[in-house]
């Protein structure tokens, strides 16, 4: 897993694991991405997600002479919730294991189904073997915290590892908590608990608030700034707790920010941002939109879309001033998302003019270490650099956020068999990948962690994708789509023969599906990845049903059939967490039994051409109403 050739490193594994067959650069293009036998049982070892949580290495192991016994194998059911969440080594002592004091982080333990009884006697009997004196405790403790250094990865079976990977904290099939936690906790440790949550399973992915560690800070300098980003971060994080309380806290965020004396500066932006975010991902989007846009009025009336604002906002910090950028950038991306998943012709930011500066690089903004932000002008003239400029991941999210605009734009209503501004659209996106450098196209970082951000931005990317050319290809709408709250048909015009005849669309999002599915086969945890992507996905896997009914036979139907039983897998993680998830989960499966069971399928995947429902004759789109306005 320290390979420095990260390529090979991760081509190797996926060879051993045989999920995928080619490049992993390979498949944003679409081209040769092998998906023919994806299997949950066949997961990669993976670093979990939590730059602001660096692990420790282990202390040597105790002598003979001070420990008489040899020390046990520690339990893996004994392993905290951070260790377990990072697939580190976890020494599992209580109160704090050696990682959690090491590294700052809060050591939260799962209580046993079988009762805390048996844990206690557990612990004592570690303790105990350990011949471990409180002031050797004391000495332990003070050598992890000063020696933390490189990331130790523990190895873990197929099982275990895949339960980590769709359940990063214990969580059941039905979407509930099988573990609670430990004991009476204080308001102070429950908060500072929900905060850890927050930073280990949704930052990475919407990294605009504050760096953990300096979120830190201002809480101890000038708590009173964050007092309407706070309960947003703690409600966001109760939902990956599976808090029962969570319906309360997010009660508890409405009645701070949903107020008419809301402040009117970044802070409050952010916690209505992120909590946008939220409350679209638990099925309530009407709320989500209207929160959104309140953030937007905001956002504009303190001028946050100069790069005035950041600068003179800042504090004289470097990290707010970033932190402000990203703010402000991720308000756009979102703004246009939440508007092409309803199919709007355009967004409220698209024709706002923007002159806040591209953020840097995640690994800069959580170490604080920031440097000269580069213009969008610089961005947008990279190909005639004489040198090569070096843009970080957010950079590209930005960019793929303005190609949404020119995207919706466009409608979902083709207009005859060749649209110039169709073409140009495609060129975009095209340009957008082929500039996009091949350390960024593998999406995984060294040491084998997934980039959040650029794995939504090549997601969108491929949404983007089949956004535009399904509408014009010969993958048809049906009624049933209607049930889809996420991917729903773009209109009731019925595409005419003609039109359908192109193949050249149906290629794009043929293309587009795979590898925006394939995205999911990489080795991170599948709730680490933004709930805005299951929208996404929901539309690449109606696209290969649809495509399962129309195009495809023989292997090329058997693997969009695994692709789409890949893709429902991953939504129905998210939905462990997200509401919309599971409600999407259901709809897809609806879909699915329809659209399916038209066919008469033999072994090797053929189908009949006698089929009728939802589609009507000719594959083209029944009676779909779909509220445009």
Same mark, same amino acid.
């Given at each position: 897993?320290?390979?420095?050739?990260?390529?090979?490193?991760?081509? #190797?594994?996926? /060879?051993?694991?045989?999920?995928?067959?080619?490049?992993?650069?390979?498949?944003?293009?679409?081209?040769?991405?092998?998906?023919?036998?994806?299997?949950?049982?066949?997961?990669?070892?993976?670093?979990?997600?939590?730059?602001?949580?660096?692990?420790?290495?282990?202390?040597?192991?105790?002598?003979?002479?001070?420990?008489?016994?040899?020390?046990?194998?520690?339990?893996?059911?004994?392993?905290?919730?951070?260790?377990?969440?990072?697939?580190?080594?976890?020494?599992?002592?209580?109160?704090?294991?050696?990682?959690?004091?090491?590294?700052?982080?809060?050591?939260?333990?799962?209580?046993?189904?079988?009762?805390?009884?048996?844990?206690?006697?557990?612990?004592? *009997?570690?303790?105990?073997?350990?011949?471990?004196?409180?002031?050797?405790?004391?000495?332990?403790?003070?050598?992890?915290?000063?020696?933390?250094?490189?990331?130790?990865?523990?190895?873990?079976?197929?099982?275990?590892?895949?339960?980590?990977?769709? @359940?990063?904290?214990?969580?059941?099939?039905?979407?509930?908590?099988?573990?609670?936690?430990?004991?009476?906790?204080?308001?102070?440790?429950?908060?500072?608990?929900?905060?850890?949550?927050?930073?280990? !399973?949704?930052?990475?992915?919407?990294?605009?608030?504050?760096?953990?560690?300096?979120?830190?800070?201002?809480?101890?300098? /000038?708590?009173?700034?964050?007092?309407?980003?706070?309960?947003?971060?703690?409600?966001?994080?109760?939902?990956?707790?599976?808090?029962?309380?969570?319906?309360?806290?997010?009660?508890?965020?409405?009645?701070?920010?949903?107020?008419?004396?809301?402040?009117?500066?970044?802070?409050?932006?952010?916690?209505?941002?992120?909590?946008?975010?939220?409350?679209?991902?638990?099925?309530?989007?009407?709320?989500?939109?209207?929160?959104?846009?309140?953030?937007?009025?905001?956002?504009?009336?303190?001028?946050?879309?100069?790069?005035?604002?950041?600068?003179?906002?800042?504090?004289?910090?470097?990290?707010?001033?970033?932190?402000?950028?990203?703010?402000?950038?991720?308000?756009?991306?979102?703004?246009?998302?939440?508007?092409?998943?309803?199919? *709007?012709?355009? !967004?409220?930011?698209?024709?706002?003019?923007?002159?806040?500066?591209?953020?840097?690089?995640?690994?800069?903004?959580?170490?604080?270490?920031?440097?000269?932000?580069?213009?969008?002008?610089?961005?947008?003239?990279?190909?005639?650099?004489?040198?090569?400029?070096?843009? @970080?991941?957010?950079?590209?999210?930005?960019?793929?956020?303005?190609?949404?605009?020119?995207?919706?734009?466009?409608?979902?209503?083709?207009?005859?068999?060749?649209?110039?501004?169709?073409?140009?659209?495609?060129?975009?996106?095209?340009?957008?990948?082929?500039?996009?450098?091949?350390?960024?196209?593998?999406?995984?970082?060294?040491?084998?962690?997934?980039?959040?951000?650029?794995?939504?931005?090549?997601?969108?990317?491929?949404?983007?994708?089949?956004?535009?050319?399904?509408? *014009?290809?010969?993958?048809?709408?049906?009624?049933?789509?209607?049930?889809?709250?996420?991917?729903?048909?773009?209109? #009731?015009?019925?595409? /005419?023969?003609?039109?359908? @005849?192109?193949?050249?669309?149906?290629?794009?999002?043929?293309?587009?599906? #795979?590898?925006?599915?394939?995205?999911?086969?990489?080795?991170?945890?599948?709730?680490?990845?933004?709930?805005?992507?299951?929208?996404?996905?929901?539309?690449?896997?109606?696209?290969?049903?649809?495509?399962?009914?129309?195009?495809?036979?023989?292997?090329?139907?058997?693997?969009?059939?695994? *692709?789409?039983?890949?893709?429902?897998?991953?939504?129905?993680?998210?939905?462990?967490?997200?509401?919309?998830?599971?409600?999407?989960?259901g709809e897809i499966q609806i879909i699915a039994r329809d659209v399916l069971s038209l066919q008469k399928l033999g072994e090797d995947g053929t189908s009949a051409n006698s089929a009728s429902g939802s589609y009507g004759s000719g594959g083209s789109s029944g009676s779909v109403e779909v509220d445009?306005?």
């Amino acid at each position: 897993m320290n390979n420095p050739d990260l390529t090979a490193w991760f081509q #190797e594994g996926l /060879d051993q694991h045989g999920a995928v067959a080619n490049n992993i650069a390979l498949f944003q293009f679409g081209l040769g991405y092998d998906l023919a036998t994806p299997r949950f049982d066949n997961t990669l070892e993976f670093n979990p997600p939590g730059p602001q949580f660096p692990p420790t290495d282990l202390p040597p192991p105790l002598t003979s002479a001070s420990s008489p016994r040899p020390r046990p194998k520690t339990r893996v059911s004994l392993a905290c919730i951070p260790c377990r969440s990072r697939h580190t080594k976890c020494d599992a002592i209580s109160p704090a294991c050696t990682q959690c004091i090491g590294s700052g982080r809060t050591c939260l333990y799962a209580e046993s189904r079988r009762g805390r009884g048996k844990l206690a006697v557990l612990e004592q *009997r570690q303790i105990s073997s350990n011949g471990e004196t409180q002031s050797e405790r004391e000495e332990r403790q003070s050598r992890s915290a000063s020696d933390a250094t490189s990331a130790t990865h523990s190895t873990h079976s197929t099982a275990s590892s895949l339960d980590l990977r769709m @359940s990063p904290i214990g969580l059941s099939p039905n979407g509930t908590s099988n573990e609670t936690i430990v004991g009476p906790i204080s308001e102070a440790e429950n908060s500072a608990k929900l905060v850890d949550l927050y930073y280990a !399973f949704f930052h990475d992915a919407h990294p605009y608030v504050l760096p953990q560690k300096f979120l830190n800070q201002r809480l101890r300098t /000038d708590k009173a700034s964050l007092q309407h980003v706070m309960p947003v971060v703690e409600f966001i994080g109760s939902l990956f707790a599976h808090s029962p309380a969570k319906g309360a806290m997010q009660e508890r965020a409405e009645n701070i920010l949903l107020v008419d004396s809301l402040p009117a500066n970044g802070f409050s932006v952010q916690a209505l941002l992120s909590f946008a975010i939220a409350v679209h991902s638990c099925d309530e989007f009407t709320s989500a939109r209207a929160i959104l846009d309140r953030a937007i009025r905001m956002a504009l009336r303190i001028d946050m879309n100069s790069e005035t604002f950041a600068i003179s906002n800042g504090e004289g910090s470097a990290v707010l001033a970033e932190s402000w950028r990203r703010t402000w950038w991720y308000l756009y991306v979102t703004d246009g998302i939440f508007s092409g998943i309803r199919h *709007r012709l355009s !967004f409220a930011l698209r024709d706002i003019r923007s002159e806040v500066n591209l953020p840097c690089e995640d690994a800069d903004y959580n170490s604080g270490e920031i440097p000269r932000p580069y213009t969008l002008e610089e961005y947008n003239s990279r190909e005639f650099a004489g040198e090569e400029l070096k843009f @970080s991941s957010f950079a590209y999210l930005v960019d793929v956020g303005h190609i949404v605009g020119t995207v919706l734009a466009l409608g979902t209503e083709p207009r005859g068999a060749f649209e110039p501004d169709v073409v140009s659209a495609d060129a975009r996106l095209m340009n957008w990948i082929m500039y996009l450098p091949k350390e960024k196209q593998l999406v995984v970082e060294d040491p084998g962690k997934v980039d959040e951000v650029m794995f939504q931005a090549i997601m969108l990317y491929n949404t983007l994708k089949v956004y535009l050319h399904r509408p *014009r290809s010969q993958l048809a709408y049906g009624s049933i789509e209607r049930n889809s709250r996420c991917a729903p048909p773009p209109s #009731e015009k019925l595409v /005419d023969d003609e039109q359908r @005849s192109f193949d050249f669309h149906t290629t794009k999002v043929l293309e587009a599906a #795979e590898a925006g599915t394939g995205l999911f086969t990489l080795p991170s945890p599948f709730t680490t990845h933004s709930p805005l992507a299951i929208c996404g996905l929901t539309l690449l896997i109606l696209a290969q049903i649809s495509a399962c009914r129309f195009k495809l036979k023989d292997a090329e139907y058997k693997d969009a059939r695994d *692709r789409v039983r890949l893709g429902l897998g991953a939504i129905k993680v998210l939905g462990e967490v997200w509401a919309i998830g599971h409600v999407t989960v259901g709809e897809i499966q609806i879909i699915a039994r329809d659209v399916l069971s038209l066919q008469k399928l033999g072994e090797d995947g053929t189908s009949a051409n006698s089929a009728s429902g939802s589609y009507g004759s000719g594959g083209s789109s029944g009676s779909v109403e779909v509220d445009m306005t």
